[in-house]
């Protein structure tokens, strides 16, 4: 079937760099597209959405970019801060479906 | 902001319980949904409902059902509990707005059955 996968499962880097967290997803039919931060023990929180008529959008410190091409999805944070240590998830939903969730990358921040 | 509860943290049931999982939003969403995750698989839908009394399976039915007796929540039934329901299972809300389906998810049941 149908699924949305992640290309690296854990994201190591370093306080103060930018971070890019990458999402691919195969239902050329998805017009909607989540990510979420999910910290240790607590249930996954909303970070920023795109719809498919966008290519980019921009929230505080994270910018979402959709390449419909070649359907992939990836989430940048702008200096990264160990807060932002999680598990990040995209997800993807086409017309009224539920949404699909990839299966996450761990992003480790250093000091 | 959108509050989603679960009623419990941490449960500890035996393999043939009866187990139910509560989940209550406080935002008048429509939309309520039951996710199990397990590493490695990600987040599974299991069941969700659409209006009350109204419920539609998801993924992962099996072993499960649900009841929406009201709008603001969501119960989750394990008829006879086995190992393999153990697992973290979250539920969430949304409202379908023009941007789409934004899930407000709650904090989670860790689920171990025995």
């Known amino acids: 079937g149908e699924s949305v996968g992640l290309h690296l499962p854990t994201l190591s880097v370093q306080e103060g760099d930018n971070s890019i967290i990458n999402c691919a997803y195969s239902?050329?039919?998805?017009?909607?597209f989540i990510w979420y931060k999910q910290e240790s023990g607590k249930g996954p929180q909303f970070i920023i959405d795109?719809?498919?008529?966008?290519d980019k959008r921009q929230g505080q410190r994270v910018t979402v970019l959709l390449n419909k091409t070649v359907k992939h999805l990836s989430l940048q944070i702008a200096a990264t801060q160990p807060g932002d240590s999680a598990v990040y998830f995209c997800a993807e939903t086409a017309g009224w479906g539920t949404l699909t969730f990839g299966k996450g990358t761990m992003l480790l921040v250093s000091p | 902001d959108v509050k989603v509860t679960q009623s419990s943290r941490y449960l500890v049931k035996r393999t043939g319980e009866k187990v139910f999982l509560e989940c209550v939003q406080d935002m008048d969403h429509e939309n309520m949904f039951w996710y199990r995750q397990d590493p490695g698989l990600g987040l599974r839908l299991i069941y969700f409902?659409?209006?009350?009394?109204?419920?539609e399976k998801g993924d992962i039915p099996e072993g499960y059902s649900v009841s929406r007796e009201k709008k603001e929540r969501f119960s989750l039934i394990l008829e006879s509990a086995s190992t393999n329901q153990t697992s973290m299972y979250l539920c969430a809300s949304s409202r379908r707005d023009a941007a789409g389906e934004k899930l407000f998810f709650g904090s989670g049941t860790q689920l171990s059955v025995l």
């Open positions: 409902s659409y209006d009350v009394k109204m419920k």
């Open positions: 795109i719809r498919s008529n966008m």
């Open positions: 239902n050329s039919a998805s017009d909607y």
